[in-house]
C-alpha cells in the first residue's frame, strides 16, 4: 500500500532530522516518549534503512517460546480473544508481546489489507528497542506505560506503514511480564483503541493475581461500589499474612513499593495482624469493610473467596520401591500455618509462586524430608491443578523398563508388550503434574529422551511414529548433588539446567527449628481423637536423636508412642534405639568450652564447622550448605582447623 505524506509525517521527519543533527526538538512536535525512544534506538546501532523484521521464524523458535511462555499465554488468550471478537470488522490485529520483545501470541491478519502487518508481528520475532528501535510495544516496554506510535514516528523505514497502540502487563509482583498491542495501518492519527487494550490488559493481570496459589484474596477500591468488579484493587495474601502479589491498582492505592521489602504483609499494610482482619471482613459478609491503611487511606475491602489454612506435612509412609502413584486433585497435601521455621517457610512461598508461572522446580533433599510432599503441594496450587499427580521414582524401576513406564509403548512393541499398548507416565500425566523423583539416578541414555521431551512438548511411545501432545508440569526431586553428577559425567548438564529453574532444598529434620512445633503437629495428627503428651524425658531422647530417616522417621516414631501409651509418651513407649543409645559423653577431664561459657569465638566456629563436616561425612556441598558459606569459604577454615587432609583436599 502506498503511503501518503500528511503534515504528521512532515512534522515527524522534520523532527527526525534535528535529532539526527543534535539539536533540540520544539515543544508539541512529537510526543516525550518516543523522542527518548528515538534517542535509544540511535544509541543501539540501528539506521533507519536497516532491514530486520521480516526474517523468517523456525518451527523450533515457535516451540520453545509456547513452552517457555505457557502459563502467560493461559491468562492472555482469553482476554485477546474476547477484545479480538469485539472489534469485528475494524481491522486490527492484536498481538501480546514477552518482557523481552518477542511475540508469543498474534490474532488476526487474515484480510490482504494486514498481511504486511502480519508478517511484523508474527510470534517469535523480537520488536525490543535494542533489535527493532521505536514501536509501540518496543517503547511501552522501556517506559512501563501505554504508548502509541504512528507511521514515520517508528524508527525503521519498514514499518512506517503501521499505527500501533502498546499498554504493559504487569506480573502480580509489580514487574512488566509483558505488553498487549494493538495494530493497524496508519490512515489516520486518531487511535480509539486505547481504552479497550487497556481494560484488556487490567483483565490479564487479574487472572494473574486470583491464580496465585495457596492465597487469600482480597478485593479493594475508595468507592465501595466498586469493590468486586473489574475495576477494584486485587491482593494476595499468604496464610501467615505475607503479601504474595497485586495487581496494579491495589499496588498504588497501598502505595505497596513505599513499604520496606521485608515489612510487606498484611500488619504493615492494614495495620492489624491477619487474623483480625479476616475477622472484620468475615463479619461484614459481602459488604466491603472500611479499612485505614498505613498510608492514611480509607479503603473499602472485601474478602473474594473463604480461607483455606493448609499445613507441611511429612507423608504418610509409602511402600516403596516402584512406587508410582495417579491420584487426582484433591486436599492430600497440607501446608501447616504452624510451621515455624522461617527459612524453610519463604522457600515454600518462592517455590509455590515459581511453578504458577511455568518455571520449572527442583527439590533436593535426604530421603524422608517431604520431597513428594512439596510436590504434591505445589500440584494442587498450581495451574494444572484439576489433573491428576504421577509420581514416578526413577530410582525404583529397572534400567530395561523405565522408558515403557515413562513414554507407553504400542501393540506389538516388544516381546511381553501387553495388547492393544500402554500409556507412559507422561501421558497419564496430561493436563495435570508428573513428579520424578531420584531424577539423579536416571540411566544417562534415558536423560536425553526425557531432555527431548521436556523441550518439545511431545513424545513417541515405543513401537509407534506418532507424537503425541504433552500438557504437563514437571517437577524433580534428588537427594544427591546434582552439580556434582554433571561434573563428573554421571547427569546431562542440559537436562540440568531444564529442570533446574527454581531449586529449593528441604533441610534434615536434624537442621530444622521447629522440631517442637512438628513433634507436637504429628502427635496431634496420630493420636487423634485423643489428647497425648510427651514426658520431658522423652520430648529430650528425641531432641538428641539425629533423625536419619527424618520427618518419615519421627513420624513413625510418634505413631508407635501414640498406639503404645496410655496418657502420655514416655521413655519406654519410644523405639530401642533411641533410648539404648546414649550420647557419647565427653571425658571427664576434657570439659567442654561450649557448656562452661570459656569458649572463644574460634573455638565456637572450629567446633561447628567439625559437627557439620563430620555429619556430613566429609561432604563439603553439602557441609558448605549447612553452615551457609562458600564452598571456598569452607575449604580455608577446614584447613585452618586442621580438619581437611591432603587426600581429602586432593578430593
Known amino acids: 500500500m502506498a503511503l501518503v505524506r500528511t503534515d504528521f509525517d512532515s512534522k515527524v521527519l522534520h523532527a527526525r532530522r534535528l535529532l539526527r543533527e543534535g539539536r533540540d526538538i520544539p515543544t508539541g512536535l512529537v510526543a516525550d516518549e518516543v523522542q527518548r525512544s528515538w534517542s535509544r534506538s540511535l544509541e543501539h546501532g540501528l539506521r533507519e534503512h536497516d532491514r530486520i523484521l521480516f526474517n523468517p521464524v523456525s518451527a523450533a523458535q515457535l516451540r520453545r517460546l509456547d513452552e517457555t511462555h505457557r502459563v502467560l499465554l493461559t491468562h492472555v488468550e482469553p482476554e485477546m480473544q474476547r477484545l479480538f471478537t469485539a472489534l469485528g470488522n475494524a481491522r486490527w490485529m492484536l498481538a501480546c508481546l514477552e518482557a523481552r520483545g ?31 528501535g521505536t514501536s509501540a510495544p518496543g517503547c511501552a516496554l522501556e517506559e512501563r506505560r501505554p504508548v502509541i506510535v504512528r507511521g514515520s514516528e517508528h524508527f525503521l523505514e519498514e514499518i512506517h506503514m503501521c499505527a500501533c497502540v502498546a499498554v504493559p502487563i504487569f506480573d502480580p509482583s509489580g514487574d512488566v511480564a509483558g505488553v498487549l498491542n494493538a495494530s493497524r495501518h496508519h490512515h489516520a492519527p486518531s487511535i480509539g483503541i486505547l481504552e479497550p487494550l487497556a481494560l484488556t490488559a487490567r483483565a490479564i493481570e487479574n487472572r494473574m493475581v486470583n491464580a496465585l496459589p495457596s492465597a487469600l484474596h482480597l478485593r479493594l477500591h475508595y468507592s465501595a461500589e466498586l469493590v468486586g468488579t473489574p475495576m477494584c484493587g486485587l491482593l494476595a495474601l499468604s496464610h501467615d499474612g505475607h503479601l504474595l502479589g497485586a495487581n496494579p491498582l491495589a499496588r498504588q492505592l497501598l502505595e505497596l513499593d513505599m513499604l520496606p521489602e521485608a515489612g510487606q504483609c498484611a500488619q504493615t499494610v492494614f495495620q492489624c495482624g491477619l487474623g483480625p482482619l479476616l475477622d472484620m471482613l468475615r463479619k461484614h459478609g459481602r459488604t466491603p469493610a472500611p479499612l485505614h491503611c498505613h498510608n492514611g487511606v480509607l479503603l473499602h475491602v472485601s474478602l473474594a473467596e473463604a480461607p483455606h489454612p493448609r499445613t507441611f506435612a511429612a507423608p504418610s509412609p509409602q511402600p516403596t520401591a516402584g512406587r508410582m502413584a495417579s491420584t487426582p486433585h484433591t486436599a492430600h497435601t497440607s501446608m501447616p500455618s504452624m510451621l515455624a521455621d522461617p527459612k524453610l517457610s519463604l522457600r515454600i512461598h518462592q517455590a509455590e509462586r515459581a511453578f504458577a508461572r511455568g518455571i520449572p522446580v527442583l527439590i533436593n533433599g535426604e530421603t524422608g524430608t517431604g520431597k513428594e510432599v512439596l510436590a504434591r503441594h505445589l500440584h494442587d496450587g498450581g495451574p494444572r491443578a484439576s489433573g491428576p499427580f504421577v509420581a514416578i521414582n526413577c530410582s525404583a524401576i529397572p534400567s530395561g523398563l523405565i522408558e515403557s513406564e515413562l513414554f507407553g509403548y504400542d501393540d506389538g512393541a516388544f516381546t511381553g508388550a501387553r495388547r492393544g499398548g500402554m500409556a507412559g507416565r507422561f501421558e497419564q500425566a496430561n493436563g495435570g503434574t508428573l513428579f520424578l523423583d531420584e531424577v539423579g539416578d536416571m540411566p544417562l541414555e534415558l536423560q536425553a529422551r526425557l531432555l527431548r521431551v521436556l523441550q518439545e512438548r511431545t513424545l513417541t511411545r515405543l513401537g509407534s511414529a506418532r507424537s503425541i501432545a504433552l500438557d504437563c508440569s514437571v517437577i524433580c526431586a534428588t537427594h544427591r548433588d546434582l552439580a556434582q553428577r554433571v561434573a563428573s559425567g554421571e547427569f546431562r548438564e542440559d537436562l540440568y539446567y531444564r529442570i533446574n529453574g527454581l531449586r529449593i532444598t528441604l533441610p534434615a529434620l536434624r537442621e530444622r527449628s521447629d522440631l517442637d512445633a512438628l513433634i507436637d503437629h504429628f502427635l496431634a495428627r496420630e493420636a487423634a481423637p485423643a489428647t497425648l503428651a510427651l514426658t520431658p524425658a522423652a520430648r529430650n531422647c528425641l531432641h538428641r536423636h539425629d533423625w536419619p530417616g527424618n520427618i518419615r522417621e519421627l513420624q513413625q516414631v510418634l505413631r508407635l508412642g501414640a498406639a503404645l501409651a496410655e496418657s502420655s509418651i514416655d521413655l519406654v513407649h519410644l ?9 557419647t559423653p565427653r571425658p571427664a577431664h576434657e570439659p567442654d568450652p561450649l557448656l562452661d561459657g570459656k569458649a572463644t569465638l574460634q573455638q565456637t566456629e572450629a567446633e561447628a564447622v567439625r559437627a557439620a563436616f563430620l555429619r556430613h561425612d566429609g561432604n563439603i556441598s553439602a557441609t558448605a550448605r549447612t553452615l551457609g558459606i562458600a564452598r571456598a569459604t569452607l575449604y580455608r577454615k577446614l584447613r585452618g582447623y586442621g580438619l581437611l587432609s591432603d587426600a581429602e583436599e586432593a578430593r
Open 102 to 132: 518477542t511475540v508469543i501470541k498474534a490474532l488476526g491478519g487474515q484480510d490482504q489489507e494486514l498481511r504486511d502487518i502480519a508478517t511484523v508481528l508474527h510470534p517469535g520475532r523480537n520488536l525490543s528497542e535494542n533489535v527493532a
Open 575 to 583: 523405639p530401642a534405639e533411641l533410648t539404648e543409645t546414649p550420647a
